[in-house]
């Protein structure tokens, strides 16, 4: 008989960057060795996103046999041989490498819609696609539905654009379907600024086609015959799939001219972000696909009026797109019955920092911190406390560890001084401080300010230095004050979304953890131990074994004893680099 | 050189005119854009040269000098942030004796480059060496296997 075993190995970035190569080849060659029939495939559907479910556990291996699924996590190439000697010969799989219970917990709370087909369906071939039901919405909508009936569909779903402000998606493609002129553009936003986050990249990559057919069921409802996906470069797996897929979508017609035989025709082009933060606000990206600096302008006149080369161009994030062609297939009130009243159906989130299941996650709106921290999360890494978690990157802020309970949905989080932005998701510990990250966002967003008007240019400039200083002990009274003042005016006075959503990473860490910023300021003292200047180090001669380490690392010649005797740290030759304190095997350097 | 920049023209020509493009290809194939370019370019389409530094040094992707033979990228998006990427970058550039504003050593064998966000984030702190990704990494391990590259006989 026929073994239909499957061995399905986890090959996203994550997965190739643990060694998932090694891996397959050595399940390759095992079951070759022992003329074993199974199929060794590529993709972990456990992870239902091509890789990136749970991709802190990669190599992440699952094991197909007769209908059951056997997870394995971390695997190496040496460990191969065994799997394939208990597990698929013998039929016992090995225990202790199995993936622990915190593995399930991790999906009992998702709701998957965007992620569905992802790591279930095979991104590089479209007849996968196809057969899960891909391109019939598109087949339906364009043969029996008139622009209208999409838009209502579309809008009565109440989804709202998941690339950072939420506004109705379903309004938006009415306003530039009304909007006068007979060319019209629509452009998938695939530039994922925010540091730290990978929805957008794992979409792609998981599911380009499920995009492309958004791009398609838009373009019908407002009446564009063109679009682009403006996607960053620093994503090469994501770009090539893309490709990829597009290349298919025109082999089977489905792009191009007479779509399902239809008056419609779509084409769609690749445009590579060239790395500018800012080329991810609307006018900026229009001007960037035009060849230009990507700086933005005033609006209105908003991009549904008058967008790319002048003309009605629609601006949709990636996630967004995806999600059409599931809300058609289903309908509008079966997507809007996850979620909450206002903010509906689900969101995608890039768990990361100091949790233990870090990965990618869809959760229903109006899910609990909590529950995504602790349930899906599996709670902090170690033993550290939570300190606070940091939603939307740089245009938004962090909930402290006391607010769990607290709703995620664009509402909520608004009213909590953050944002749902486009779902970055950070979890920070009691050694993060937050003076810090505050002054890192700065850093961030002073950096990629583009330079245009003055609130942000200079504002955030200004903004960097205070943090600067603060965190070095130079903070002075006042600062605190001076830090609120200047952000509102930056908040209220700048051109675009980037300096009108600057400061909140510091009013938000101000509103929450003022203390922290006294301390640094009156103590200088840095309660998490990060602002290296603010740090003090010195010998505990009762554990100081005169090993000379710790002199032998000190790269300003600050330590000095004999051997074999507790040495001392001069404190004014010491510049608090804190390589004695790493050198120290004894623990007897101390730092406070 | 030049038959290179010559066939960038001509796509650019053929698709239309687009900086950003010309700009890409140009790095793509010469691994920066160096000045003799520009200014070819500028005089063959009679475009100022400052519109196309205008748009070489607002992007971050655009290099104005050589890269290294060898290119470490470092990510120092949030998530490699609150692990650590900052002691990485650090000790990185302590190990390669980069001075003060510089990416590349001296003779050319390094680049060091900082990137917000690898979209590997569940793995930060993230470096890549060479293109390959090295997640959950460290200092130590990234500046061990500079070592072993500058043992090697080179490859090239
Ligand atoms: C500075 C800045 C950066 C942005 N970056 C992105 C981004 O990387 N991806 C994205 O989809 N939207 C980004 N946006 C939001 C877009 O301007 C726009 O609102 C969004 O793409 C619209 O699509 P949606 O309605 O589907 O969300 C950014 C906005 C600002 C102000
Ligand atoms: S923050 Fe480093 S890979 Fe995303």
Redesign the pocket.
Known sequence: MKDNTVVRVCMGPAGIAAGGKAVLEAFRETLADRNIDAEVKEHCSSHQVGCLGLCARDVLVEIGRNGSKTSYQYVKPDMVGRIVAEHIVGGTPVKEWLVDETFDTFYRKQVKIVLADCGRVDPEDIDSYIAAGGYEPTREVLMTWIPDDVIEEIRMSGIR?????G?P?GL?WELARRSKGDVKYVIC?A????PGAFMDRAVIEGNPHSVIEGMLIGAFAIGANKGYVYIRAEYPLAVERLKLAIKQAYERRFLGRAIFNTQFSFDIEIRLGAGA??C???TALIASIEGERGMPRSKPPFPVNRGLWQRPTV????E?LANVPYIIRKGWAWYASYGTEKSKGTKVFALTGKIRNQGLIEVPMGITLGEIIHEIGGGIEGNRALKAVQTGGP?GGCIPAGMLDLNVDYESLAKAGSIVG?GGMIVLDEDNCMVNMAKYFIQFTQAESCGKCVPCRVGTKRLLEILTRITEGQGKEGDIERLERLSRGVKTASL???GQ?APNPVLSNLRYFREEFETHIRDKKCPAKVCKKLLRYSILEEYCKGCGACMKACPADAISGDKKKPHRINPDRCIRCGACFEACKFKSVARD | MIEELENILERYRKKGGNIIALLQDTQESLGYIPRMAVRFFSEELGIAASRFYGVATFYSQFRLKPVGRHKITACCGTACHVRGAEKIIGGLRKELALPAGEDTTPDGEFTLEEVACLGTCSFAPVVMVDGGVRGKTSADVIVKEIKAIRKKPDEG
């Open positions: 654009g998941r690339g950072g402000a506004f998606t938006k936003n530039d994922e600024g925010d933060f800012v991810g606000e609307e601006i949709n994030n990636v967004t245009s486009s675009c979304g980037l959503t």
